[in-house]
T-cell receptor
Framework: GAGVSQTPSNKVTEKGKYVELRCDPI?????LYWYRQSLGQGPEFLIY????????DSGLPNDRFFAVRPEGSVSTLKIQRTERGDSAVYLC?????????????FGPGTRLTVL | GESVGLHLPTLSVQEGDNSIINCAYS??????FIWYKQESGKGPQFIID?????DKRQGQRVTVLLNKTVKHLSLQIAATQPGDSAVYFC??????????????FGQGTILTVHP
């Protein structure tokens, strides 16, 4: 079946610009997660949705970052006034939200480069 | 803060050998652990998971061992193949019955399999 998809696969922008990154989770998955991965590092948690609501946004680095999931399926990560330090691979994952063993399945990521 | 770390950043093995990748975790409240494989340019791929009420779990060619006494996790890959070459991450989830997401990843171990 179809896995998690993310668009675009690559995004190059200039410092100060606004960007949107899209995630299509696996159909039927209630939970959706955003992570950020810098070169040579493991993914770092940003935000997690249960349905339409953000259950935990403690990983968002500052108020330039915002994410939505209006219909409980597709999610968009929005970054305002991008900075060079925002350059990273942004990963999305989804899960069925099962107690105890909630396997998260990741998409291929969007590589964001801020010039 | 709590963290998950890996003892060895790189591991080189010959095809057909068994590989062991180690991981230390510091959050004693973590009760769910996962191993992911990440190939270049791709998102993390689920390999195997284990709950804290288990010491060992086996999959196809892979075994995960959990030692809660010393907070240590290992991934064993039997008969390693060139296609196993990738970065391997352990991740922990302090689910505790109340939260599901927010995986905390280690830095990763680069596994290289020589033909």
């Amino acid at each position: 079946g179809a896995g998690v998809s993310q668009t675009p696969s690559n995004k190059v922008t200039e410092k100060g610009k606004y960007v949107e990154l899209r995630c299509d989770p696996i159909s039927g998955h209630t939970a959706l997660y955003w992570y950020r991965q810098s070169l040579g590092q493991g993914p770092e948690f940003l935000i997690y949705f249960q349905g339409t609501g953000a259950a935990d946004d403690s990983g968002l680095p500052n108020d330039r970052f915002f994410a939505v999931r209006p219909e409980g399926s597709v999610s968009t990560l929005k970054i305002q006034r991008t900075e060079r330090g925002d350059s990273a691979v942004y990963l999305c994952a989804s899960s069925l939200l099962l107690a105890g063993t909630d396997t998260q399945y990741f998409g291929p990521g969007t590589r964001l480069t801020v010039l | 803060g709590e963290s998950v770390g890996l003892h060895l950043p790189t591991l080189s093995v010959q095809e057909g050998d068994n590989s062991i990748i180690n991981c230390a975790y510091s959050n004693s409240a973590s009760d769910y652990f996962i191993w992911y494989k990440q190939e270049s340019g791709k998102g993390p791929q689920f390999i195997i998971d284990i709950r804290s009420n288990m010491d060992k779990r086996q999959g196809q060619r892979v075994t995960v061992l959990l030692n809660k006494t010393v907070k240590h996790l290992s991934l064993q890959i039997a008969a390693t193949q060139p296609g196993d070459s990738a970065v391997y991450f352990c991740a922990e989830n302090d689910a505790g019955g109340t939260s599901y997401g927010k995986l905390t990843f280690g830095q990763g171990t680069i596994l290289t399999v020589h033909p």
